[in-house]
T-cell receptor
Framework: NAGVMQNPRHLVRRRGQEARLRCSPMKGHSHVYWYRQLPEEGLKFMVYLQKENIIDESGMPKERFSAEFPKEGPSILRIQQVVRGDSAAYFC???????????FGQGTRLTVV | QKEVEQNSGPLSVPEGAIASLNCTYS??????FFWYRQYSGKSPELIMSIYSNGDKEDGRFTAQLNKASQYVSLLIRDSQPSDSATYLCAVTGGGNKLTFGTGTQLKVEL
């Protein structure tokens, strides 16, 4: 499967726990984006990364959220001390950086109980 | 003012009709424009991209861009029940990140 791969598809965490979401970009893509979709809301940009480099994190909450895209392995979105308001679908997208547009993974549905 | 605005709908059209979806954007430096389709509980799927004024056709889909009016539209000809989904308009500015509208729900009725 050459598409954008995200795992896990579903993740349940108790309040205060950590959530780790993983994303492997499409083959040949070096740019990774994370978006969050809250229930009944649109997709909101969180962070844009290239290998070993955060390009734009203007959409990331200032606390508890972090992202990385190491030289080897998938991109990781990490949420520490999760709260119920973090419950959402988190989508990863990738592209080559020159268009025609980003391709999305299947998403991780995070539920905080 | 929202950066990308869409009518939330639902927009209902009969099978075989033309569905017209509209989107306006506020940032004049927006450079690239995209339409994504999202089925309920699924991920967004890229269906059209357009970069210059005018029309771009791909099968039953036509994207229209008017930068002077800051307006993008998507026409779906011969609408099918399988086209029933939420259609998301997205734009990029100077960078690569996508700014999305909240989407228009389309219902194609038999």
């Amino acid at each position: 499967n050459a598409g954008v791969m995200q795992n896990p598809r579903h993740l349940v965490r108790r309040r205060g726990q950590e959530a780790r979401l993983r994303c492997s970009p499409m083959k040949g893509h070096s740019h990774v984006y994370w978006y969050r979709q809250l229930p009944e809301e649109g997709l909101k940009f969180m962070v844009y990364l290239q290998k070993e480099n955060i390009i734009d994190e203007s959409g990331m909450p200032k606390e508890r959220f972090s992202a990385e895209f190491p030289k080897e392995g998938p991109s990781i979105l990490r949420i520490q001390q999760v709260v119920r308001g973090d419950s959402a679908a988190y989508f990863c997208a990738s592209d080559t950086g020159t268009g025609p547009g980003a391709f999305f993974g299947q998403g991780t549905r995070l539920t905080v109980v | 003012q929202k950066e990308v605005e869409q009518n939330s709908g639902p927009l209902s059209v009969p099978e075989g009709a033309i569905a017209s979806l509209n989107c306006t954007y506020s940032d004049r430096v927006s450079q690239s424009f995209f339409w994504y389709r999202q089925y309920s509980g699924k991920s967004p799927e890229l269906i059209m991209s357009i970069y210059s004024n005018g029309d771009k056709e791909d099968g039953r889909f036509t994207a229209q861009l008017n930068k002077a009016s800051q307006y993008v539209s998507l026409l779906i000809r011969d609408s099918q029940p399988s086209d029933s989904a939420t259609y998301l308009c997205a734009v990029t500015g100077g960078g690569n990140k996508l700014t999305f509208g909240t989407g228009t729900q389309l219902k194609v009725e038999l």
